[in-house]
T-cell receptor
Framework: DAGVIQSPRHEVTEMGQEVTLRCKPI?????LFWYRQTMMRGLELLIY????????DSGMPEDRFSAKMPNASFSTLKIQPSEPRDSAVYFC????????FGQGTRLTVV | GIQVEQSPPDLILQEGANSTLRCNFS?????LQWFHQNPWGQLINLFY???GTKQNGRLSATTVATERYSLLYISSSQTTDSGVYFC????????????FGTGTRLKVLA
């Protein structure tokens, strides 16, 4: 298996633009997680899905953030409109029992 | 929510030295993992260890779930061991939320 695949690896966008981050989990895993990492706040769980259903989105910062998992092999995290304070590394992870992380998307909002 | 504390926060070692990293958690957990975040930002699985002891080469880990702590041992450290070591736990049953500690930043000097 290729592991958890995230795209893009880097994204630079202007404030106010829509940003979509993508994730392909490991085949057979039933849980998917979106995390955000910043120097100030460390690794924060934004949302997680179990069997494609959002279970806990209490970490989503505000309504500008949304996440979907239309099927077992794909998830998106969307920020609309983006703001400079959204700049961070966004990780996707999937698990069956043990969690595995993708390589992350480094988002810069200018 | 559950608190996950790691110590020490920072550690500098000479190549070849041994070290012990600690993870304390404030409530019972179902899952516990150790990760290494390398200088390029990748989060690499080290151990899935909700209880007991495991070894993988120069690394080993022990979790004493009843006393709510886990230890990561690094022996004969190498410069490639540098990075941040995270402990992540899943509390209780019926949830899959991985909560991360604040990490131990390790620098191994040649």
């Amino acid at each position: 298996d290729a592991g958890v695949i995230q795209s893009p690896r880097h994204e630079v966008t202007e404030m106010g633009q829509e940003v979509t981050l993508r994730c392909k989990p490991i085949s057979g895993h039933n849980s998917l997680f979106w995390y955000r990492q910043t120097m100030m706040r460390g690794l924060e769980l934004l949302i997680y899905f179990n069997n494609n259903v959002p279970i806990d989105d209490s970490g989503m910062p505000e309504d500008r953030f949304s996440a979907k998992m239309p099927n077992a092999s794909f998830s998106t995290l969307k920020i609309q409109p983006s703001e400079p304070r959204d700049s961070a590394v966004y990780f996707c992870a999937s698990s069956l029992t043990e969690a595995f992380f993708g390589q992350g998307t480094r988002l810069t909002v200018v | 929510g559950i608190q996950v504390e790691q110590s020490p926060p920072d550690l500098i070692l000479q190549e070849g030295a041994n070290s012990t990293l600690r993870c304390n958690f404030s409530d019972s957990v179902n899952n516990l993992q150790w990760f290494h975040q390398n200088p390029w930002g990748q989060l690499i699985n080290l151990f899935y260890i909700p209880s007991g002891t495991k070894q993988n080469g120069r690394l080993s880990a022990t979790t004493v779930a009843t006393e709510r702590y886990s230890l990561l041992y690094i022996s004969s450290s190498q410069t490639t061991d540098s990075g941040v070591y995270f402990c992540a736990v899943v509390r209780g049953s019926g949830t899959y939320k991985y909560i991360f500690g604040t990490g131990t930043r390790l620098k191994v000097l040649a």
